[in-house]
C-alpha cells in the first residue's frame, strides 16, 4: 500500500507564500506520476498540476500557472508545491495523489493513491 502524508498548509495573506509537502513511502515511485489536486467546499476536485516522477516533467493548470511550482527531492520520496502569489480563490484542501502511468494525468479519477489533505486559507 502506498501511504501519502501531507504538511506546510495554513494561514496566508493574499500575495504571500506556502510550500505544501508531500512524503510518500511503501513503495518506490520511480514510474509514477505525481499530482496535486485541491478542493473547495461545495466545489469538485480540481486539477492543479502534476510531475512525471523520472523525469521531472510538469504540467500545470493555468489557474495556477506562473504562480506554483511543483517539484520533487528522490532522496526523501518526497513532492513539493511551491505557492506564490496566493489569492483567496486558491483557499481549498490540497491533496497530493499518485497514478501509476507513464504519462501526465490530470483526471482526480486516474490517481491511484490519495493523502489525507491539508487545509490552505488565503485571507484578503
Known amino acids: 500500500q502506498v501511504q501519502l502524508v501531507e504538511s506546510g498548509g495554513g494561514l496566508v495573506q493574499a500575495g504571500g507564500s506556502l510550500r505544501l509537502s508531500c512524503a510518500a513511502s511503501?513503495?518506490?515511485?520511480?514510474?509514477?506520476?505525481m499530482g496535486w489536486f485541491r478542493q473547495a467546499p461545495g466545489k469538485e476536485r480540481q486539477f492543479v498540476g502534476t510531475?512525471?516522477?523520472?523525469?521531472?516533467?510538469?504540467y500545470y493548470a493555468d489557474s495556477v500557472k506562473g504562480r506554483f511550482t511543483i517539484s520533487r527531492d528522490n532522496a526523501k520520496n518526497t513532492v513539493y508545491l511551491q505557492m506564490n502569489s496566493l489569492k483567496p480563490e486558491d483557499t481549498a484542501v490540497y491533496y497530493c495523489?499518485?497514478?501509476?502511468?507513464?504519462?501526465?494525468?490530470?483526471?482526480?479519477?486516474?490517481?491511484?493513491?490519495w493523502g489525507q489533505g491539508t487545509q490552505v486559507t488565503v485571507s484578503s
Open positions: 510531475i512525471k516522477w523520472t523525469t521531472g516533467t510538469t
Open positions: 495523489a499518485t497514478a501509476r502511468r507513464g504519462v501526465i494525468v490530470i483526471s482526480a479519477a486516474e490517481y491511484d493513491y
Open positions: 511503501g513503495r518506490t515511485f520511480s514510474s509514477y506520476v
